[in-house]
T-cell receptor, first 110, second 116 residues
Framework: AQRVTQPEKLLSVFKGAPVELKCNYS??????LFWYVQYSRQRLQLLLR??SRESIKGFTADLNKGETSFHLKKPFAQEEDSAMYYC????????????FGQGTRLTINP | DAGVTQSPTHLIKTRGQQVTLRCSPK?????VSWYQQALGQGPQFIFQ???????QRGNFPDRFSGHQYPNYSSELNVNALLLGDSALYLC???????????????FGEGSRLTVL
């Protein structure tokens, strides 16, 4: 069964502190992993995908197949990072549906 | 480009009624997916339409049905509404790539359905 687990519903850190949003998954096969973000009063949008290996807005995420994790990290949090973050997975090749986690609400305190 | 547009933004129905939600994809996109997002939960995949056909379906009953038109716009229909159908319904569009791969999803703002 495909499942994405985000163990923290809420996460609060101070500006300038490091941020790590956890994501664990279960999937039989080779998945593609994503992080989606929803800022206040905006629509859900793609932040990054593991295949791209990019750093977006200072965020990075490494796929750890051994631990089946895809944690999102940023070394120095900024107030504009406050948002709802969703981890999601899909099947590589012929990918159709996204399976989302429950989301983590990140608050950056000044 | 207005991106993905959905209508209506909010609606209230009573149990047993039927509802139709509409979605216009981002310009240039040919694939539409629908998701249900209950309060406090992540989006759940309902189904995906490509070339006017349902290409894949999630774990939703037959009360949930859809349609895609030649201009790629799409509708989601829900019959015999239950209280548990109250949720935000998200439409996402994408471009089908070679090898059957789906490109990046672009989401609409959603239609919030309340069933009383």
């Amino acid at each position: 069964a495909q499942r994405v687990t985000q163990p923290e519903k809420l996460l609060s850190v101070f500006k300038g502190a490091p941020v790590e949003l956890k994501c664990n998954y279960s999937y039989s096969g080779s998945p593609e992993l994503f992080w989606y973000v929803q800022y206040s009063r905006q629509r859900l949008q793609l932040l990054l995908r593991h295949i791209s290996r990019e750093s977006i807005k200072g965020f990075t995420a490494d796929l750890n197949k051994g631990e089946t994790s895809f944690h999102l990290k940023k070394p120095f949090a900024q107030e504009e990072d406050s948002a709802m973050y969703y981890c999601a997975l899909t099947r590589i090749q012929g990918a159709q549906k996204l399976v989302f986690g429950q989301g983590t609400r990140l608050t950056i305190n000044p | 480009d207005a991106g993905v547009t959905q209508s209506p933004t909010h609606l209230i129905k009573t149990r047993g009624q039927q509802v139709t939600l509409r979605c216009s994809p981002k310009s240039g996109h040919d694939t539409v997916s629908w998701y249900q997002q209950a309060l406090g939960q992540g989006p759940q995949f309902i189904f995906q339409y490509y070339e006017e056909e349902e290409r894949q379906r999630g774990n939703f009953p037959d009360r949930f049905s859809g349609h895609q038109y030649p201009n790629y716009s799409s509708e989601l229909n829900v019959n015999a509404l239950l209280l548990g159908d109250s949720a935000l319904y998200l439409c996402a569009s994408s471009l089908a790539l070679a090898g059957g791969i789906t490109g990046e999803l672009f989401f609409g703002e959603g239609s919030r359905l309340t069933v009383l």
